[in-house]
């Protein structure tokens, strides 16, 4: 039996659902999906230029797994850039503190100041404090 996945720590959930391809109609189902843990890996390594042993201390995993996550995320980058196909965001195991939560999809995430408080993924309204 495998044992239960440890949540993530993620310091800044998306504050939008994913990105389309322009000038390309891609078909139902043929999305890419990328989960907030996988968001904070490319966010820390590549945009923040963290290694990836300071970014698993960040997350509060093994640097092992923390590469695995960020070799998933950068592959299904490529994928979604070379197939011309959509991203959108999902929750996975994430886990952050102080920030809001979907009633109706269960993900938690964060708000920009100036922004409305809406679900980056459904958009729905009903958002309780996490």
Known sequence: MARNKK???IQMAPHFSGFNPQGVQSKPGSEVSI????YEALNLCDYELLNQAEAA????????????????VRRKIAKAFIEGSSILFEAGNSSVSDWL??????????????SDKCCPVC??????KN
């Open 101 to 114: 939560k979907c009633n109706d999809c269960q993900i938690t995430f964060t708000v920009l100041d100036n």
């Open 57 to 72: 201390k960040l997350m509060n995993i093994s640097r092992p797994t923390f590469t695995r996550i960020y070799e998933s």
């Open 7 to 9: 949540d993530r720590l």
């Open 35 to 38: 989960n907030f843990e996988e």
């Open 123 to 128: 958009k729905s309204n009903v958002i309780t």
